[in-house]
């Protein structure tokens, strides 16, 4: 097995051309030639995680976010990213993100929300031309009431907590969703006739909405977090006999919640 054959069924799912200009999907260290026997899946390509690979044998790792986002002016060991470089480089250990490529496929980020939530009638919310694209809007099984869809996203998300806006009132029916930081596809929501839009990381004045419309802010990492049993499926899937696992560490959420 190469690490190429590793991509062309992650890209046959999420190809690499759907990535938007500012994302650093793809290989980011190793070459598509090198041997793989082992992959092991995480949703950030921490130290640890790759610590976690060298430790279990794992010669290539494969993550949502992109290990290498932006540009590297040092690569350093006291850097959580350059510790994480230095340590793939070192072990020999091929990178890989599916980063906006898997939130712009319906079976990806945000169309596991939506499974999560049981909506129906989901279709892709900002769509590209060839119809694939961020977000994805549907509808609730049932009309809610705003506290009634706050418990439900709580218990589906299995959430302590969230962030709302304002609670509406009347009944929620329609709803748009947007895995990470989806505060850009505010505007879109709107316009699909969705009454709530959940997504990740808003800004505090995004919170000051419309009378008919209600934001929920569900967390970054949460609202991502099953992209990695998608993949994991993906590769067990098409390789059933190869040695596929996901991280022992799942929960990588860097914020902490008191």
Known sequence: MKVKDIINVIEEFAPLSLQEKWDNSGLCIGSPEAEVTSVLLGLDCTPELVDEAAACGADMIVTHHPLIFSGLKKI????????????????????????TTADKVMAGVSGAMAARLGLVNVSVLDPDSDGRGLGVVGDFPEPMSATGAIEYVKEKFSLKTLRCSRPLDGEISRVALCGGAGSSLIEKAMEAGARL??????????????????????????????????????????????????????????????
């Open 76 to 99: 350093a060991p006291d850097d959580p990213v350059g510790a994480a470089v230095i340590k793939a480089i070192a072990g020999g250990i091929s990178v890989y993100a599916a980063h």
């Open 197 to 258: 839009y959940i997504t990740g990381d808003l800004s505090y004045h995004r919170f000051f909405t419309p009378k008919d419309f209600m934001l929920m802010d569900i967390g970054h990492y949460e609202s991502e977090k099953d992209i990695v049993p998608i993949l994991f499926s993906l590769l067990k899937k098409n390789f059933p006999n190869f040695a596929v696992r996901i991280t022992e560490n799942v929960n990588s959420n860097p914020i902490y919640y008191f």
